[in-house]
């Protein structure tokens, strides 16, 4: 890909979004910020007066609340959580995910792409008799038109697609061909992305820059109606070709805090509350729901932590120094003391959603080496009780869970090991340290992330790959340069290409795995925890469906 786009990225940690080859640093740093937005998202339902806690707002509509700033709704620029939620629920893509499997589905297509033998063609049939919201009949010109101005515009996630595509060319009236540059196994995946919709060529432009943040003409099961300082309502479609909403329309409210979005649940005033209440808040709604007050669903999600280790840093260079760190963090406690048991300890980069190719590895290393090995990694590389090694953990200020996660980190240093490690913990705002990252300014930085599409590609691609560099001089330009972490592994390239051209998943399993056994053993990167994704309904809530990808639909929600 090409190196992480060049705007301030920031709340997806880097946010995972391409097909990956290097996105520029700023595109992962905004991503980073981008995901960090999107956990304060706040889904609420019902659209009325206030009523007791439980009753609802007693309407047809549904209110879907959220502390998330609202920045655009233009799918060629739209690169955070929340309008990505929105978005999804707005438009529709060539192809979805169904509900609870994260099996693919084909959505405008109408059948799974028939792929050329040497993986580089793409041809795909579309779907009849599909209207967008100004009326324009879609076809595979409209489907074009669509994904080339996703390129062209150069909004913040245009890499997704620039950096694998060769060519989109509408093949016949209802036939699709995509052209890749190389093979990329995961392509049909990153499809299915939020953002690659279908948009009315009527409506919108083709030209960089050419966006239209404020409204949406899409194909989807909602229409945009209204756009506001802190709401936002959606329309049923009538006109909408597959199953129509069950509910009469969405009107999303913007909190300005969790506090607001927390009270305004337990008044009744919203109907579902969806990411990023404050732990204490989680647990607090967790219990009432256990004495039947509402619905609490809880599941895992796409959202890990991580500390990142700058390779080119004189201390952290050395590789049983950045073992020796690994193994001196109980990822258990941290999960218990940050946030209360509302995430799951995190070994790999790889989530937890992806049974059976999560690999657990910095868990069996741990279980490798205690106090003594660590005590001995550390005076191998030079360090002892009158020579500590010094270092400074960053994190950023904005994030109140990341403070108390370091300050515990640092705690669990000092407990074991402070007569040979001196951590001190360091914070800066987030758009300074997406900024900052890729000129190696921090030696560690905790940081986050969430996939662009539904692989593993999107948790290790944008980790370890390198466009350029060596062993001696580290990544000079790539993702890894990008992150701050500067790894360099001419192995990890290739098992990247590689895993890339494998459509089997069972031959594809080798390469992923390998690379995960990388990243424990030359640990540029650190997993801490993976959040786990709550909802929380009032009582007469149906249809809650909370999916593998993360996206929320709203179409199904009742009550």
């Known amino acids: 890909m090409s190196t992480l786009l060049q705007t301030h990225k920031i709340h997806r940690s880097l946010m995972g979004r391409f097909s990956r080859t290097a996105l520029s640093p700023q595109t992962s740093a905004y991503r980073l910020g981008t995901l960090v937005a999107g956990l304060s998202l706040f889904l609420t339902t019902s659209c009325g007066k206030s009523t007791p806690p439980g009753g609802g707002t007693g309407s047809d509509r549904l209110v879907i609340g959220t502390t998330a700033k609202f920045r655009t709704l233009d799918p060629a620029d739209s690169y955070e959580v929340f309008s990505g939620n929105l978005l999804y629920n707005l438009g529709d893509r060539l192809y979805d995910y169904e509900p609870g499997s994260g099996k693919l589905k084909p959505k405008l297509a109408t059948a799974l792409p028939k792929v050329s033998e040497d993986g580089l063609v793409y041809t795909i049939p579309l779907r009849k008799g599909v209207k967008f919201h100004d009326g324009t009949p879609f076809d595979a010109k409209a489907m074009a038109f669509s994904l080339e101005r996703f ?6 996630p245009a890499g997704l697609l620039s950096d694998p595509v060769k060519s989109v060319q509408a093949t016949g009236d209802l036939e699709l061909t995509i052209t890749l540059k190389k093979p990329f ?16 060529p009527k409506t919108y432009k083709k030209g960089a820059g050419q966006f239209l943040p404020n409204q ?3 194909t989807g099961p909602y229409k945009l109606v209204k756009v506001g300082g802190d709401s936002i309502r959606l329309e049923v479609f009538e006109d909408y070709w597959d199953t129509k909403p069950t509910n009469k329309g969405i009107n999303i409210q913007i909190f300005s805090s969790p506090a607001n979005l927390f009270n305004a649940f337990r008044t009744g005033s919203i109907d579902v509350a969806y990411q990023s209440l404050d732990p204490d808040q989680i647990q607090a709604l967790e219990n009432d729901a256990k004495k039947g007050d509402w619905q609490a669903i809880s599941g895992p999600s796409n959202f890990i932590t991580f500390l990142m280790l700058n390779t080119r840093d004189e201390a952290l260079s050395k590789v049983k120094v950045r073992q020796a760190l690994a193994a001196m963090i109980n990822r258990d406690v941290l999960n218990n003391r940050v946030f209360r048991g509302q995430a799951e300890s995190l070994y790999t980069l790889v ?4 049974k059976g190719i999560s690999q657990p590895v910095f868990k069996e290393q741990q279980q490798k080496l205690g106090k003594d090995q ?7 590389s030079g360090y002892s009780p009158g020579k500590p090694l010094k270092l400074n953990l960053w994190y950023r200020s904005n994030l109140t869970s990341d403070g108390v996660a370091a300050a515990t980190i640092k705690a669990m240093v000092g407990q074991g090991y402070s007569d040979v490690v001196q951590l001190d913990v360091n914070s800066v705002d987030s758009a300074t340290a997406y900024q900052n990252l890729d000129k190696g300014t921090y030696p560690m930085f905790m940081l986050d992330w969430a996939g662009d599409y539904y692989d593993p590609d999107t948790y290790l691609q944008p980790f370890l790959a390198c466009e350029k560099g060596s062993v001696k001089t580290g990544c000079q330009k790539g993702q890894s340069q990008s992150w701050g972490s500067f790894f360099y592994s001419d192995r990890a390239n290739k098992l990247i290409d590689q895993q890339r051209q494998i459509r089997d998943p069972k031959q594809r399993l080798k390469p992923l795995t ?11 990167y650190i997993p801490l925890w993976q959040k786990k994704d709550y909802v929380f309904a009032q009582k007469g809530i149906k249809g809650i469906q909370l999916q593998p990808s993360q996206q929320f639909p709203f179409w199904t929600l009742s009550k």
Request: aromatic residues 8%.
């Open 351 to 354: 989530p937890s959603i992806f």
């Open 514 to 524: 390998e690379l995960q056994a990388i990243l424990a053993k030359d640990v540029p």
């Open 185 to 200: 196994a995961a392509f049909t995946n990153l499809l299915a992305f939020s953002g690659l919709v279908a948009v009315s």
């Open 151 to 156: 390129i062209a515009n150069g909004g913040n």
């Open 374 to 380: 660590i005590r001995g990694l550390l005076k191998d």
């Open 216 to 218: 949406f003409v899409g």
